[in-house]
C-alpha cells in the first residue's frame, strides 16, 4: 500500500482511472433522496484545480481510498464563503477554512488500514495549516449530533494534533406529496384537509 498526493492533476490516463474507481464507489453508496455525486467534467475540473488537494490510496496498481479537500472554499459550490466570512473571518482572510469535497472508498477491497493511513497524511497537512476544516455526512453515516462518523473523524484528527469538532449546521429533506393519499378515499381534498385540522367536514 502507498499514498499518492495530486494537485492539477494533468495525465489525462490516470484520471480516466480515478472516475471509474469514484462511479463505482459512489454506486454502492446507499441509496438517497440527494446525490454528491459529480459529473465528469465537474471530477475534471477538480482535479485540476491548483487549490485542490486529492489523495489517493493504492493497493499495487488499483486505487482503493480517494479523498479531494478545497482549499479555496470559493471555488466549490458546496459551501457558503458568506457564512464563513461572518463566524471565521480571520481563517477566511487567510485561506484556511478547507472543505472535504468527497471520500470515496473501494467497496470490493479489505482496506486494512488505508482509511487510518489515509487521514494521518492528509489531515496532517491540515494540521499543519492550523485549517477549519469542513466536511459534511448524509444521515445513514450521522443519525444523530453525538458519535457516528463525526466521532470517527475527530479521533483520526487526534492523532496528528490537537483539535475539537465544531458542529456548524443539519439538514432534512423534507416533500409535500400533492398526491392522493388513499387511492380509494372519495372525498375530495379540502374535506380532508377540514378533518386533519379538527373542522367537521360540510
Same mark, same amino acid.
Given at each position: 500500500?502507498?499514498?499518492?498526493?495530486?494537485?492539477?492533476?494533468? +495525465? #489525462?490516463? =490516470? %484520471?480516466?482511472?480515478?472516475?471509474?474507481?469514484?462511479?463505482? @464507489?459512489? *454506486?454502492?453508496?446507499?441509496?438517497?433522496?440527494?446525490?454528491?455525486?459529480?459529473?465528469?467534467?465537474?471530477?475534471?475540473?477538480?482535479?485540476?484545480?491548483?487549490?485542490?488537494?486529492?489523495?489517493?490510496?493504492?493497493?499495487?496498481?488499483?486505487?482503493?481510498?480517494?479523498?479531494?479537500?478545497?482549499?479555496?472554499?470559493?471555488?466549490?459550490?458546496?459551501?457558503?464563503?458568506?457564512?464563513?466570512?461572518?463566524?471565521?473571518?480571520?481563517?477566511?482572510?487567510?485561506?484556511?477554512?478547507?472543505?472535504?469535497?468527497?471520500?470515496?472508498?473501494?467497496? +470490493? #477491497?479489505? =482496506? %486494512?488500514?488505508?482509511?487510518?493511513?489515509?487521514?494521518?497524511? @492528509?489531515? *496532517?497537512?491540515?494540521?499543519?495549516?492550523?485549517?477549519?476544516?469542513?466536511?459534511?455526512?448524509?444521515?445513514?453515516?450521522?443519525?444523530?449530533?453525538?458519535?457516528?462518523?463525526?466521532?470517527?473523524?475527530?479521533?483520526?484528527?487526534?492523532?496528528?494534533?490537537?483539535?475539537?469538532?465544531?458542529?456548524?449546521?443539519?439538514?432534512?429533506?423534507?416533500?409535500?406529496?400533492?398526491?392522493?393519499?388513499?387511492?380509494?378515499?372519495?372525498?375530495?381534498?379540502?374535506?380532508?384537509?377540514?378533518?386533519?385540522?379538527?373542522?367537521?367536514?360540510?
Amino acid at each position: 500500500m502507498f499514498i499518492t498526493r495530486h494537485t492539477r492533476l494533468g +495525465d #489525462v490516463a =490516470l %484520471r480516466d482511472r480515478l472516475w471509474e474507481f469514484y462511479r463505482r @464507489a459512489y *454506486a454502492n453508496n446507499p441509496l438517497l433522496p440527494f446525490t454528491e455525486l459529480v459529473n465528469r467534467s465537474e471530477f475534471d475540473e477538480a482535479l485540476l484545480h491548483s487549490t485542490n488537494r486529492v489523495w489517493v490510496v493504492w493497493e499495487n496498481d488499483r486505487p482503493t481510498v480517494m479523498t479531494l479537500i478545497a482549499t479555496d472554499i470559493t471555488s466549490t459550490r458546496w459551501l457558503n464563503p458568506d457564512y464563513f466570512r461572518k463566524h471565521h473571518p480571520e481563517r477566511m482572510r487567510k485561506g484556511l477554512v478547507h472543505y472535504v469535497m468527497w471520500v470515496v472508498v473501494d467497496p +470490493d #477491497v479489505e =482496506l %486494512r488500514g488505508a482509511n487510518i493511513a489515509l487521514a494521518k497524511e @492528509a489531515l *496532517a497537512a491540515e494540521a499543519r495549516d492550523g485549517a477549519l476544516l469542513v466536511f459534511d455526512l448524509p444521515e445513514s453515516k450521522q443519525p444523530s449530533d453525538e458519535g457516528g462518523a463525526a466521532e470517527l473523524m475527530l479521533r483520526m484528527g487526534r492523532m496528528v494534533g490537537e483539535v475539537q469538532l465544531v458542529p456548524l449546521a443539519a439538514q432534512r429533506f423534507f416533500a409535500l406529496d400533492f398526491a392522493r393519499l388513499d387511492a380509494d378515499d372519495t372525498k375530495p381534498h379540502g374535506d380532508n384537509m377540514k378533518e386533519a385540522m379538527g373542522t367537521p367536514a360540510t
